[in-house]
């Protein structure tokens, strides 16, 4: 993937990575009536991407399995749409993919399951394209039984108030931030996005976040300048009221205030989005080899994990596209000094 799509497709899958934020979502953005016959403690991540290479400037997926009330299970697939306009053929995207979806399964020897999709979309034009695969088709009504009905279920974050962005913290932060990445109001509403940080309870989780949403910020916020992101970081530190932001204050400013708030905060990027290059390469490695040889060895993932030179990751990156067999790159892999 470019530099273009990886922050928007890396902020999405760990912001909805995370099973609780996940699991909120799905709660409070999905139909009563759907919500009713899941059983979202269940709720289970599945590995791989079913987008085409050439389209994830545009989309980016994530698979989630669930248990029913009746004792069956079923798919929960969520896909964001990061152009800033919407695609007329999205129900047909969604189509092929749940296509996909089913023809692994079937190949697994597994029965088929219901998915149930829902896209994210986050651009500034409004959403005034077809939200059923039927509605791409026009013809005679007779014909009509011989065009699929699927529909998907939209969540056109640019059409709702912030008032209507509800949820746990690390759900509301992660829409917010989705909802303005595109739009030069982020840069007055930054600093209360950041605020939302009070409210989460668990130290690591929220240095983790912080600096995912950091690096998403300073990589896809056109409008946002470094100053516009250290102030609004600095702001939020300052007004540190628990245990979570102390921690996080001393994690970013590590020397104090006498040092310079502004000089720790701007290192504390950096190393952020450093850190976010880096991670972002140990998945794309991951995922291009589930892609390729459906390895999803933890061995080989902690191997990869527990590189951090950026050049050596580069180079792991082109031997996963390029060696012919899962065997020659864990050689590879074994290879490194």
């Known amino acids: 993937m470019g530099e273009l799509s990886n922050p928007h497709d890396r902020f999405f899958k760990e912001t909805f990575g995370r099973i609780e934020v996940a699991r909120d979502f799905f709660a409070n953005y999905l139909p009563q009536e759907v919500t009713a016959v899941f059983n979202l403690d269940t709720l289970e991540l599945q590995p791989g991407s079913f987008i085409d290479p050439d389209l994830q400037e545009q989309f980016a997926d994530l698979l989630y399995r669930v248990g029913l009330i009746d004792g069956q299970d079923a ?136 600096g995912t949403v950091l690096y998403y910020v300073g990589m896809a916020g056109k409008h946002l300048a470094r100053e516009d992101i250290v102030l609004a970081v600095q702001h939020t530190l300052e007004a540190k009221g628990n245990e979570i932001m102390q921690t996080i204050a001393e994690q970013w400013i590590t020397e104090g205030f006498e040092k310079g708030v502004k000089q720790g905060i701007e290192q504390g990027i950096e190393q952020g989005i450093e850190y976010g290059r880096i991670q972002m390469l140990q998945e794309d490695i991951l995922d291009l080899l589930f892609a390729r040889f459906g390895l999803a060895s933890e061995e080989v993932a902690a191997r990869i994990t527990a590189v951090t030179d950026t050049t050596i990751l580069r180079q792991l990156l082109r031997q996963a596209a390029t060696l012919e067999t899962a065997d020659a790159f864990t050689q590879a892999l074994a290879d490194l000094p």
């Open 75 to 210: 798919y929960l697939y969520l896909l964001l749409e990061h152009k800033s306009y919407p695609d007329r053929l999205t129900a047909f995207q969604v189509l092929r993919y749940e296509v996909r979806v089913w023809e692994r399964d079937v190949r697994a020897g597994e029965d088929l399951r219901p998915i149930v999709p829902v896209v994210v979309y986050h651009g500034r034009e409004k959403w005034q394209v077809a939200t059923d695969f039927a509605g791409l088709f026009h013809g005679p009504e007779a014909l009509r039984r011989y065009w699929p009905a699927l529909a998907y279920d939209l969540q056109d974050l640019s059409a709702l108030s912030d008032d209507e962005i509800h949820g746990a913290a690390q759900l509301q932060i992660g829409l917010l931030i989705l909802k303005y990445i595109f739009d030069p109001s982020l840069r007055g509403r930054l600093t209360d996005i950041l605020n939302l940080f009070h409210d989460l309870t668990e130290t690591k989780s929220a240095l983790e976040y912080l």
